[in-house]
């Protein structure tokens, strides 16, 4: 049974870092999201930018804003987004995750797959913020059971985000294209329609849906935080979709909730 003081949890197709000061229709999605859900005590964030041989936990004070990216204007490399971390949420996480070792990080900080969505969502950076590692050593199947084991989390208030893309291919974007080629299209759909029907075992076994899956997942780092989402969530919860587009020819924004 699905508690009733479940919060949701989030997959946000992230895009471009530009989306942090841009007002379009991604970000402006974005706000809403933190205007209508219910606010949470603190934030656990997987994002597609941080890759480690462990899987570690930001467990600093004061997280430092990272700007991982560059050809950027000025006012987006001074962009700060201050949130501070949570030793609670730390501790919370090395207890949930019995299947690794968890390792405490203190190098780290908010990449910009964190902090670039959780600007326009809340602008204050009054909430509390860690970031959960995409550990290279784990299987595609490893890293949604690890989802699964942070899904009490959302009983205790805490907002679970996974960043990425669920389609993500760089080597093929079209800079200027405002739409996707029909393969991505494609399997972005077919994504909307597992995740509807709670077929997650689908959305795991992209291997198995051949090559619109070959180019859209690519080098997987996009798709795994989508993965971390649907393990925390029930298949049986509603799910809402948003931003359902797919740009650039090879970049799907979409975003969906469950909860």
């Given amino acids: 049974m699905i508690p009733v003081t479940r919060l949701p949890v989030l997959f946000v197709g992230h895009g471009s870092p530009m989306n942090a000061i841009e007002q379009n229709e991604f970000s402006l999605t974005w706000e809403e999201l933190g205007r209508v859900m219910p606010r949470p005590r603190a934030v656990l964030c997987i994002s597609a930018h941080w890759e480690t041989w462990d899987t570690r936990v930001t467990a600093m004070a004061n997280p430092r804003t990272i700007h991982d990216f560059y050809g950027f204007p000025r006012e987006l490399n001074e962009m700060q987004y201050p949130a501070p971390g949570s030793d609670e949420l730390v501790e919370l996480v090395k207890q949930k995750i019995k299947s690794t070792t968890v ?4 190098e780290w900080g908010l990449d910009h797959g964190s902090w670039s969505v959780l600007c326009r969502m809340y602008p204050k950076a009054e909430i509390p913020v860690v970031q959960l590692s995409l550990n290279r050593q784990l299987s595609v199947q490893s890293h949604y059971l690890l989802g699964r084991e942070l899904r009490p989390l959302c009983d205790d208030g805490i907002l679970i985000l996974g960043s990425g893309n669920m389609v ?10 405002d739409a996707g080629y029909d393969w991505a299209v494609s399997y972005d759909a077919d994504l909307k329609n597992w995740i509807e029907k709670g077929e997650h075992e689908q959305v795991v076994h992209y291997e198995e849906h051949g090559k619109p899956a070959e180019l859209a997942v690519n080098s997987a780092e996009h798709y795994l935080p ?3 989402v649907l393990g925390a969530g029930y298949a049986d919860e509603p799910v809402s979709f948003f931003n359902e587009k797919v740009i650039m020819g090879s970049i799907s924004m979409r975003c969906f909730s469950l909860g």
């Fill in 226 to 228: 989508m993965l971390y």
């Fill in 103 to 106: 390792v405490e990080d203190q």
């Fill in 168 to 177: 993500h291919n760089l080597r093929m974007v079209t800079w200027e294209a």
